[in-house]
Nanobody, 116 residues
Framework: QVQLVESGGGLVQPGGSLRLSCAAS????????MGWYRQAPGKQRELVAA???????NYADAVKGRFTISRDNAKNTVYLQMNNLKAEDTAVYYC??????????WGQGTQVTVSS
């Protein structure tokens, strides 16, 4: 089992930046996928960004060019750098891991609110 803890959320003005962190309880070097999802009130949880064991990354169209996912294997941590934040980015952001042949692990989430 991989335990994930998100941090870094908060209140930010439109156009501002935040960096979210996802600390894992074990090595993430060989984990197939580490990803960030978000869920806004009244909406389903959606994929924001993912980084694969190969180093490849995927982003939702809504965040391309603004968000960057990265990992620090030595710290067992995945980051989501969010720039030029918009009101529609407001959501609870969740960290997820997926290992081949194993179930998914989810963090508890961290609130991001973009408002003037």
């Amino acid at each position: 089992q991989v335990q994930l803890v998100e941090s870094g959320g908060g209140l930010v003005q439109p156009g501002g930046s935040l960096r979210l962190s996802c600390a894992a309880s074990k090595s993430i070097f060989s984990i197939y996928l580490m990803g960030w999802y978000r869920q806004a009130p009244g909406k389903q949880r959606e994929l924001v960004a993912a980084i694969f064991s190969s180093g490849s990354t995927n982003y939702a169209d809504a965040v391309k060019g603004r968000f960057t996912i990265s990992r620090d294997n030595a710290k067992n941590t995945v980051y989501l750098q969010m720039n030029n934040l918009k009101a529609e980015d407001t959501a609870v952001y969740y960290c997820k891991s997926h290992q081949v042949g194993a179930g998914d692990s989810w963090g508890q989430g961290t609130q991001v609110t973009v408002s003037s």
